[in-house]
């Protein structure tokens, strides 16, 4: 069974920084591509981060380049997103997400997701 686990939300203010952890079990993870989407209310879920299967490519909307950073670590089957510089429009759930042999970078080709952790950015 597979199981992607979020953690490290919370309120924060304005500038401040965050950073959230998905913990994987159940896929061989070091074969997957990791990405972080987001969802405000009333809103469509949206792509927020990729990283590829050996972490050696990264994409970012453009909405948080340059203020996030993903990565992660096979050997413990982590993924991590780094948010720094927070705007209130950063607020929304975080969703995990993992993609089989493609960029985690669209939902449709999504094969497992998180249950969400909840960041909420004050002004």
């Known amino acids: 069974q597979v199981q992607l686990v979020e953690s490290g939300g919370g309120l924060v203010q304005a500038g401040g920084s965050l950073r959230l952890s998905c913990a994987a079990s159940?896929?061989?993870?070091?074969?997957?591509?990791m990405g972080w989407f987001r969802q405000a209310p009333g809103k469509e879920r949206e792509f927020v981060a990729a990283?590829?299967?050996?972490?050696?490519?990264?994409n970012y909307a453009d909405s948080v380049s340059g203020r996030f950073t993903i990565s992660r670590d096979n050997a413990e089957k982590m993924v991590y997103l780094q948010m720094n510089s927070l705007k209130p429009e950063d607020t929304a759930v975080y969703y995990c997400?993992?993609?089989?042999?493609?960029?985690?970078?669209?939902?449709?080709?999504?094969?497992?997701w998180g249950q969400g952790t909840q960041v909420t950015v004050s002004s």
């Open positions: 997400a993992a993609a089989w042999l493609r960029t985690a970078q669209d939902r449709s080709i999504i094969n497992y």
């Open positions: 159940g896929l061989t993870f070091s074969v997957y591509s």
């Open positions: 990283i590829s299967w050996n972490g050696g490519n990264t």
